[in-house]
């Protein structure tokens, strides 16, 4: 049967995915070279963290899926960053050992806003260990865009929000029920 219905378009002056937090990137440490960044937020949001099926996925707690498949859990904290090098905001993945540097570089400068973070892996391995220096920058922190939300930017990264069940995360991992 012919369809005799008119098709819609449906302009809009505004990107509905403008704001949207899943247009925000996870940066890690490069094995090769390094990486500087602006750091948006003071503060750091710390997780549990199994390296499992090929990716760094969330420790979910009491029926986690890869405790149960002892993975080794991982401690990983998250902050605001801006690059330098296209000015978007991104969230940047750091380890304890590195947010020492930044602790003591709190204590001198009283807040971590506005300086640049700089890592890299001096053995050039993918997953070797991360050295990371913290060095104060001439950018006018009063001028940075605010922190957006880093835990619910991850949560969306991850794929586990506060609605997600343990039977989502099976299907999504393609173990069944
Ligand atoms: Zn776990």
Request: proline share 5%; aromatic share 6%.
């Amino acid at each position: 049967m012919k369809d005799e219905s008119t098709p819609k378009i449906d302009w809009r002056t505004e990107s509905r995915n403008l704001n949207a937090n899943h247009s925000i990137e996870l940066v890690r440490c490069p094995s090769k070279g390094s990486n500087s960044s602006i750091v948006l937020t003071t503060k750091a949001f710390w997780h549990d963290t199994h390296y499992w099926r090929g990716k760094t996925q969330p420790c979910t707690g009491t029926h986690c899926a890869a405790c149960r498949a002892n993975a080794p859990i991982r401690e990983l904290g998250f902050i605001a960053i801006m690059s330098p090098k296209d000015h978007r905001t991104k969230i940047l993945q750091i380890t304890s050992q590195a947010w020492h540097a930044c602790e003591a570089y709190i204590l001198l400068h009283g807040s971590l806003r506005g300086a640049t973070i700089k890592q890299e892996r001096p053995d050039g391995r993918k997953n070797g260990r991360v050295k990371t220096s913290i060095v104060s920058t001439s950018v006018a922190v009063e001028n940075l865009p605010e922190p957006p939300d880093v835990r619910s930017i991850m949560e969306q990264i991850w794929e586990v929000t506060d609605r997600t069940t343990y039977a989502d995360l099976r299907v999504a991992g393609g173990e069944g029920a």
